[in-house]
């Protein structure tokens, strides 16, 4: 209701009355919170006052009251005669009773109880203005002032400041309606140009009309846009025109036949040439009229009665708005034609109707049977070929599921192996403290034997039973603290043990994971002379598979360790890694062993390729390694080698491993 009465008057009302409202409302909202809030100001301000004037009486009169002075008191109360806003105040003693009181003349008593506090009150209530503050001898609360004020200070201050209000909205109020007359105007007078160039548009239909330039601000921008929409018009028009007369000619001139029916009753309301000639007519008048159950056949080909299939087809496209389906027609020397007709519904001037359009099947179809009678022939041929296929795929199928089994078999072979070096680093680490903690566990057995053969032979003294209690401790921490490692080394690896045989993705620091690697495949190289030397930058964080990781660089030091080095060389392998400009790691591990030869170059990373065929290998290790880094890791590897020197190779990954869903996706 409020906008539809809104909206009877024009937009210069409107604007007035719109700017108008929301000055005011902003001036008014502004006005009342400055107002409250100097009201609050003006309270403090006198809350302020009265209890400094009470806290200086009271700091007056507290020898008063420790002497018991109550003429010294209603002296120092009187002082209060010389603020007129001050009726009465009264000094308590520290049993809470009026030990002096002051009335202005013609007050009456209006002393309260004494509040039990060590703080300054102020209250404001019903015009007047109570304060009370403790009165202090030594920290020590021997009584209180209490003053009772009247609010007409604050009042006359209050309506002053309404007052200044009230004149500053009423002259914000008149020149912010001087400034909307102003801007309606600046408004309203480009718009009425815009609107007559509009209507002499719509009077004349010329749109080459155009709205004068009203400059570059908003109503100019619009007077401008309004322009091009006129240019859009007229060149929509013009190509509206141009597109009947192309449509037009594409219908009448197009090869293809083309019919126009009313949807309702399948009548014919226009067609082409090409439409009249398929049909056996020779001029196009004599087929408009016609519907299509006239130039149809009877019965279909698979037998259905042509008016009841048409009705369903007819259904179909209005409810679809198209159909396509083939058709045997009748001509009019009453030879039978195939053709597939496409039924498209389409709305002209307000009126719908069916757009048809034909195509000549039958030399297609009698194709389709010869076509049809060759396959027949082709299965049966099939048949007997399949039988014979299915014979050689049962052999086939038993000997690729014996090679997969052989496969897993090798597979399973390569994990163990790598879980026995897991094993030996375990063993190798958990010897020391666990040795360390069976030799103090025998030292504190023997000194135990020595204590109980000292207390049954009467000879044990304070002196040794203290060297006893020490010796005793120190056993202790030493078995604890072995203990301690043990159980550190346990949790170490079972963390690195858990990487290794699950898949599991985490966050973790490049250099830990390879130092926990090292030392687990350290005893392999115990009594050899190789060595492992580790290169990696400090804080290299990834979001990967750590026990992927690990299983690649455990097999690549196993095969230089296996491969790469002879008894009578001292070996180095190193393990080094860099992080490159675009985020990616590239990690190195390189030895000076053997090498390999340029014709096996190219085939390590094979299955089944080893150069110890019968002495252990299975020639799956770098085969691992490549699916592990190409697809878990989501990297690359390669192999360089110089026979005799040294072997190197190159591992480049993201420092954050692709998502399983992606993994999934690249396989």
Not at 263 to 279: E, F, G, R, S, T
Not at 355 to 362: A, C, G, P, Q, W
Not at 605 to 633: H, K
Request: hydrophobic residues 40%.
């Amino acid at each position: 209701m409020l906008r539809r009465f809104y909206l009877r008057f024009s937009l210069r009302t409107q604007l007035i009355a719109v700017i108008l409202l929301t000055c005011t409302l902003a001036m008014l909202v502004a006005g009342v919170t400055l107002f409250f809030a100097e009201i609050a100001r003006a309270r403090a301000a006198l809350s302020e006052e009265l209890t400094s004037q009470a806290q200086l009486i009271g700091d007056r009169s507290s020898a008063a009251l420790v002497f018991l002075d109550n003429k010294t008191a209603k002296e120092n109360l009187a002082a209060f005669s010389g603020l007129e806003q001050i009726d009465s105040a009264c000094l308590f003693n520290d049993q809470g009773v009026v030990f002096a009181h002051y009335e202005r003349q013609g007050t009456p008593f209006a002393c309260g109880a004494m509040l039990p506090i060590r703080q300054r009150y102020a209250h404001f209530d019903s015009g007047a203005v109570h304060v009370q503050v403790p009165v202090l001898s030594s920290d020590e609360l021997i009584g209180a002032i209490q003053i009772n004020s009247t609010s007409a200070p604050l009042i006359r201050e209050i309506t002053s400041q309404a007052l200044s209000l009230f004149l500053s909205l009423g002259g914000a109020l008149v020149v912010a309606a001087l400034l909307t007359l102003r801007l309606q105007r600046m408004i309203s007078s480009p718009l009425a140009q815009v609107r007559e160039v509009a209507n002499a548009v719509v009077d004349s239909g010329d749109y080459t009309l155009r709205a004068p330039d009203l400059g570059k601000h908003e109503l100019g921008q619009l007077a401008s846009a309004f322009n091009r929409m006129l240019t859009t018009i007229g060149t929509q028009n013009k190509a509206l025109a141009e597109s009947e007369e192309y449509a037009r000619r594409l219908f009448y001139d197009s090869p293809i036949p083309q019919i126009v029916a009313d949807p309702h009753n399948l009548v014919y309301y226009d067609c082409n040439q090409a439409a009249a000639a398929i049909h056996g007519y020779k001029m196009r008048q004599e087929l408009v009229g016609k519907t299509t159950l006239d130039l149809s056949a009877p019965v279909q080909r698979d037998g259905s009665p042509s008016a009841e299939l048409m009705a369903a087809r007819t259904i179909a496209a209005k409810q679809r708005g198209s159909n396509v389906g083939e058709w045997c027609y009748q001509r009019a020397d009453g030879t039978l034609w195939d053709g597939i007709a496409t039924v498209m519904r389409f709305t002209l001037k307000g009126r719908e109707l069916l757009h048809i359009s034909l195509e000549d099947i039958t030399h297609r179809k009698l194709a389709e049977e010869r076509l049809q009678q060759l396959n027949q022939e082709l299965e049966e041929r099939v048949e007997s070929r399949t039988a014979q296929l299915a014979s050689a795929n049962t052999e086939l199928q038993k000997t690729l599921d014996e090679l997969r089994h052989a496969q897993e078999e090798l597979v399973q072979r390569e994990k163990m192996a790598s879980l026995g070096v897991l094993i030996a680093g375990v063993a190798h680490e958990m010897n020391t403290p666990l040795g360390n903690s069976l030799t103090v566990s025998s030292a504190i057995e023997e000194e135990l034997n020595i204590f109980d053969a000292s207390m049954a032979a009467g000879t044990l003294t304070r002196t040794k039973l203290q060297g006893f209690v020490e010796q005793m401790r120190t056993g202790v921490k030493l078995l604890l603290r072995n203990l301690e490692r043990a159980v550190d080394q346990v949790t170490h690896f079972k963390q690195v043990a858990v990487d290794q045989t699950s898949d599991q993705r985490r966050s973790f620091e490049l250099d830990k994971i390879v130092a926990d690697i090292v030392e687990i495949v350290q005893p392999q190289f115990k009594r050899t002379p190789h060595r492992i030397v580790v290169d990696i930058p400090p804080n290299c964080v990834m979001d990967s598979y750590p026990g992927a990781i690990g299983q690649v660089l455990t097999n690549l030091a196993l095969n230089s360790l296996i491969h790469g080095f002879t008894s009578e060389m001292k070996g180095e392998i190193r393990i080094s890694a860099s992080v490159d400009a675009d985020d990616e790691v590239c990690l190195v591990v390189a030895d000076n062993g053997s090498g390999i030869s340029a014709e096996n170059l190219g085939r390590v990373f094979d299955p089944f390729f080893t150069t110890r065929m019968g002495q252990g290998g299975s020639g799956l290790g770098l085969n691992i390694v490549y699916n592990i880094v190409t697809t878990t890791l989501g990297g690359a590897i390669r192999v360089e080698s110089q026979p005799g020197e040294r072997t190197a190779f190159t591992i480049t990954m993201p420092r954050t491993a692709p998502k399983a869903e992606a993994l999934l996706r690249s396989a």
